[in-house]
Every structure is written in structure tokens, then in C-alpha cells.
């Protein structure tokens, strides 16, 4: 049984925007970024099951991937540390190492054994052979793929929406490997519109949702059905991953002013934005809205910070 050592669910607040409250538009807030400050938002979500699947396996830990500044890494090991398992970092950059930024030195503090990998072996992290590879040199660990994109990672997603205690007309929450949104969408109530947001620029969210699902097994007549209540976002990644606008930096301060909530230029914020537009040229009125928190991201304060000085 997987003891949680985070709260049990995360807290729906009613924010009080004036803009909105002349609408009658009652937006509320799922602050999962209240979680854990290492295991932070959707990070838990998505570990969660992929814990309690290593306690019951009796494996050693789990074997993951990620970037320079990854938060998924530094979540795993957070997470691992907690639950005395072990944890192993494929980290792509050859150049880098466990001193190289503040992520990697806590993955390290936290006992995350990291592998530094050149870009071309990082390439291969979803390929059968190279993970069996790894597999034969890390062996009895569970291996989770980048961004904790798997269907127990799905799985726990899901838990999002399903604890919810208001039944919302619509939903918003932030893409980047989909993972979350698939949760979420997996769990809607048929009344519930379902706004996704890609953080990254040119994608296909409903192709994005609708390949994840197959590799999670499903057929096509259920993936229509969840994806019947998705309203896609696709043009509001101000330029890509990563990429920020003066516009988008003063939207997250005037929020921040509003609501004393941080949200962050790379997920949350690009949510938002695309929230408080829809809300303007849908001429949304009598609505109940809920905007899903999924945590911040690590350098993703910086960016404010440094707009604001
Ligand atoms: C704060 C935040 N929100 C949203 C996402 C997107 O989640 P997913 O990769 O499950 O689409 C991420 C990435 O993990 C994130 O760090």
C-alpha cells in the first residue's frame, strides 16, 4: 500500500477577480503546486502509481530521463529518497556534471545516481533495445519515461479532476508530453469542456492526445469519446518552449498582484493567458472555471524576476 507523505488531495480555491465576478464567471484554482515543493504538481501526479508499482514489484527504485533542468528528474529523486528506493538519472549532455546546476546537485544530494549521456544516446531513451540495455546494467529498477509519460503516470493524472468537488463547465490545464491532459480527459464528466494549452509551439494537441492513448492501449471509439470535450489551445506557446513576450510576463504579474499566486512563463502562465483571452472573445458569462496549478518550473521564477527589476 503506498503511504503518502504529501497531502491527500490538492485544495480548489475560489479566486475573486473583478473582471471575471462582472461576468459571473466563478474561477476557481486547483493548487496541486501546493503538493510538495520537490514533488511539485503534476510531478507527484504522475510518480504517484509508478511508486507504489515499484513497492509492489519489490523493485529496487526507478531508472528515468531528463534534461539539464529537469524537474521530473529532481521530483523522482525527491520522490525515491522519500520512499527509500533507489533512483538512477539518464541526463542528456555528456558535457555535465552532478555540480553542473542547482537541479543536478539536489538529484545528487538525494542519492539520484546520474548518467551523463551525449545528445545522440539520449536520443534513443523511448528505443526497446537501448531501454533493455539499460535495464541489464540497472537491474530490478522500473523504468518511467521522460516527463513521467507512461499509463501509470495517466493514471495518476486522472486523480486531478476526480477529486474534484464542483462539477466545472471548463477545465484548463497545460500540455507538454500530454500526460496530464490524458488524465484529465480520461476522467471528464461529459459535461465538462476540456481546454488544453501546448507550452510547445506547432503541435497537434488532439493527434498528441490520440497517439498517447493508443500507446496506452486504448481503441478509437473510447479516445473520440475523451477527446469530444477537448478544446485545444495551440497558439498561445509565445513563440515555443521556452520563449516568453512582455505580453505574457505582465499577464502573470497582474494575476500575481490579483490572486498572490506564482505562476510560472514556461506552463502555468501560458494557461492563463489563454484562459483570460478566451474568457474576453467567447464573451464566457454564468460559468463555473476551474484552472489546474500543475507547479512551477525550475529558471521559470527567474524569468519573472528578472522582467520585474
Ligand atoms: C508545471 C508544468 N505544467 C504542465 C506540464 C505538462 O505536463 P505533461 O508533460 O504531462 O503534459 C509540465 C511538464 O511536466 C510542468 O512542469
Redesign the pocket.
Known amino acids: 500500500m503506498l503511504c503518502m507523505y504529501v497531502i491527500e488531495k490538492s485544495i480548489e480555491q475560489d479566486l475573486s477577480i473583478e473582471s471575471f465576478n462582472k461576468r459571473k464567471v466563478n474561477l476557481f484554482i486547483k493548487r496541486d503546486d501546493l503538493i510538495d515543493l520537490e514533488v511539485s504538481?503534476?510531478?507527484w501526479r504522475?510518480l504517484k502509481y509508478n511508486i507504489a508499482h515499484v513497492q509492489q514489484k519489490k523493485l529496487k527504485g526507478i531508472l528515468t530521463f531528463g534534461g539539464a533542468f529537469s524537474?521530473?528528474l529532481l521530483a523522482t529523486a525527491a520522490a525515491c529518497n522519500k520512499y527509500n528506493l533507489k533512483s538512477v538519472g539518464i541526463v542528456r549532455g555528456e558535457e555535465l556534471n552532478e555540480n553542473s546546476n542547482s537541479v543536478l546537485k539536489r538529484c545528487s544530494e538525494l542519492g539520484m545516481n546520474l548518467n551523463f549521456v551525449s545528445r545522440e544516446i539520449y536520443s534513443l531513451r523511448n528505443d526497446y533495445d537501448f531501454k533493455n540495455e539499460l535495464k541489464s546494467l540497472h537491474t530490478q529498477m522500473h523504468v518511467v519515461p521522460e516527463?513521467?509519460?507512461n499509463y501509470l503516470g495517466m493514471i495518476g493524472?486522472q486523480e486531478i479532476l476526480s477529486e474534484c468537488k464542483i462539477n466545472y463547465d471548463h477545465v484548463f490545464v497545460?500540455?507538454?508530453?500530454?500526460?496530464?491532459?490524458a488524465g484529465m480527459a480520461f476522467s471528464l464528466s461529459s459535461n465538462t469542456k476540456l481546454h488544453i494549452v501546448s507550452?510547445l509551439k506547432g503541435i497537434d494537441i488532439i493527434q498528441t492526445l490520440s497517439t498517447l492513448f493508443k500507446s496506452f492501449g486504448f481503441g478509437n471509439s473510447e479516445i473520440n469519446d475523451w477527446l469530444e470535450c477537448v478544446v485545444p489551445h495551440e497558439n498561445s506557446h509565445v513563440g515555443g518552449y521556452g520563449k516568453t513576450s512582455v505580453e505574457l510576463l505582465e499577464k502573470i504579474i497582474a494575476f500575481e498582484q490579483f490572486t498572490g499566486i506564482e505562476i510560472?512563463p514556461?506552463?502555468?502562465g501560458k494557461v492563463w493567458m489563454a484562459l483570460e483571452d478566451w474568457i474576453e472573445k467567447e464573451n464566457i458569462t454564468n460559468k463555473n472555471v476551474l484552472f489546474v496549478h500543475?507547479?512551477?518550473?525550475c529558471g521559470g521564477r527567474q524569468i519573472i524576476k528578472d522582467f520585474i527589476y
Open positions: 504538481g503534476n510531478k504522475k524537474n521530473h516527463g513521467g509519460a493524472c497545460a500540455l507538454g508530453t500530454g500526460t496530464t491532459a507550452a510560472d514556461i506552463y502555468t500543475t507547479g512551477g518550473v
